[in-house]
């Protein structure tokens, strides 16, 4: 854990960074587990409780705003913060996991390669627990600010 005399200057970064350790320490707030509910709930259409990767891929076209086949992240920004401002914290992270290439922005095969990762027993379905599992278990993991630090 952090101690005050081992803070480095405050680089944006290192803010994020910060931000995240806070959050893991105070773990996720119910309104963090309402967002992760919510972006299933928008993916999952027929409402069977089931994210089929159709569906899953079908989503990226809602982020798409100008439909040119890619989500800057000022569009997936857009959109998760107009519905809910207070999920910024956590919306921007969701992306960087989403861009599996690391290219700063996502496309098709970013969601295609991103799905398996959320089945947890692989069967080829994403389940409203497997999905809700996965964000837990993302931002329990403290890789994701090593991320945040170094890149
Ligand atoms: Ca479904
Ligand atoms: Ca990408
Ligand atoms: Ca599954």
């Given at each position: 854990?952090f101690?005050q005399?081992?803070?480095?200057?405050l680089?944006s970064a290192?803010?994020i960074?910060?931000?995240?350790?806070?959050?893991v320490?105070?773990?996720?707030?119910?309104?963090h587990?309402d967002?992760?509910?919510?972006?299933f709930?928008?993916?999952?259409k027929?409402?069977?409780?089931i994210?089929d990767?159709?569906?899953f891929i079908?989503?990226?076209?809602?982020?798409?705003?100008?439909?040119d086949?890619?989500v800057?992240?000022?569009e997936y920004?857009?959109?998760?913060t107009?519905v809910?401002p207070?999920?910024?914290?956590?919306?921007?992270?969701?992306f960087?996991?989403?861009d599996?290439?690391?290219?700063g922005?996502?496309?098709?095969?970013?969601y295609?390669?991103?799905y398996?990762?959320m089945?947890?027993?692989?069967?080829?379905?994403?389940?409203e627990?497997?999905f809700h599992?996965?964000?837990?278990s993302?931002?329990g993991?403290?890789?994701?600010?090593?991320?945040?630090m170094?890149?």
């Amino acid at each position: 854990m952090f101690k005050q005399a081992e803070m480095a200057p405050l680089s944006s970064a290192f803010l994020i960074a910060m931000l995240l350790f806070g959050l893991v320490d105070s773990q996720l707030t119910s309104d963090h587990h309402d967002h992760f509910n919510m972006v299933f709930m928008e993916a999952d259409k027929d409402n069977n409780g089931i994210l089929d990767k159709s569906e899953f891929i079908n989503s990226f076209t809602v982020y798409d705003g100008n439909k040119d086949g890619t989500v800057t992240k000022k569009e997936y920004m857009d959109h998760n913060t107009v519905v809910m401002p207070e999920h910024l914290m956590i919306v921007d992270p969701m992306f960087d996991k989403y861009d599996m290439d690391r290219n700063g922005q996502l496309n098709i095969s970013d969601y295609q390669k991103f799905y398996p990762l959320m089945d947890a027993n692989n069967d080829n379905l994403v389940t409203e627990q497997e999905f809700h599992n996965y964000w837990v278990s993302v931002f329990g993991d403290h890789s994701m600010m090593t991320m945040s630090m170094s890149g």
